[in-house]
């Protein structure tokens, strides 16, 4: 079967950072994906690692290890406007689109 | 990025009827995709949408239960057939485009 594991929930202050971290095993990899879903909308894509290292764009960087089945998500400078499910999602063949997604991290952050 | 629209937004139906969803993408894309999320639930692929060619369907899921056209690039239906309560989730169409995967704004179902 397919294991993508993430942490339930999340809580952190306004301005602080939050690493969400996300673990995988699957049948097959080509790339890990990291969405936010606000309720009640669709996710919005944040991020796509194919390859072992950081990308960061701007408040939110992903980080990936395929050796460890390992990624996590950075959010820092946190807003209001973060509080929101994180999804990890593995794009299981080598065609888009066969996304496998872990149950999502929600993020609740306050003042 | 892709603009992806799906109609409708939302509906109630009745348990027994059928309801198909559209999904339309603003560029021709080969492969299209259909995820069905629960309630408090994740994400969960349904198909993929093949042009010329049946839908492939993931464990679980069959074309009794979800037919799905796509007649061109840019164009899809998922019908949910013969509904029941466990059927309210959320639908969405889903297309990969340049290392990125988009999603519609989803379809909001409930059965009655």
């Known amino acids: 079967g397919q294991n993508i594991d993430q942490p339930t929930e999340m809580t952190a202050t306004e301005g602080a950072i939050v690493q969400i971290n996300c673990t995988y095993q699957?049948?097959?990899?080509?790339?890990l994906f990291w969405y936010q879903q606000h309720a009640g909308e669709a996710p919005t894509f944040l991020s796509y690692n194919v390859l072992d290292g950081l990308e960061e764009k701007g408040r939110f960087s992903s980080f990936l290890s395929r050796s460890k089945g390992y990624s996590y998500l950075l959010l820092k400078e946190l807003q209001m406007k973060d509080s929101a499910s994180y999804l990890c999602a593995v794009n299981l063949e080598d065609s888009w689109g066969k996304l496998q997604f872990g149950a999502g991290t929600q993020v609740v952050v306050t003042p | 990025s892709a603009v992806i629209s799906q109609k409708p937004s939302r509906d109630i139906c009745q348990r027994g009827t059928s309801l198909t969803i559209q999904c339309q993408v603003d560029?021709?894309?080969?492969?299209m995709f259909w995820y069905r999320q629960q309630p408090g639930q994740s994400l969960t692929l349904i198909a993929t949408?093949?042009?010329?060619?049946?839908?492939?369907?993931e464990s679980g899921f069959v074309i009794d239960k979800f037919p799905i056209s796509r007649p061109n690039l840019t164009f899809s239906t998922l019908t949910v057939s013969n509904m029941s309560p466990e059927d309210s989730s959320i639908y969405l169409c889903s297309v990969g485009q340049s290392e990125t995967q988009y999603f519609g704004p989803g379809t909001r179902l409930l059965v009655l």
């Open positions: 560029s021709q894309v080969t492969m």
């Open positions: 949408a093949n042009q010329g060619s049946e839908a492939t369907y």
């Open positions: 699957t049948s097959g990899f080509n790339g």
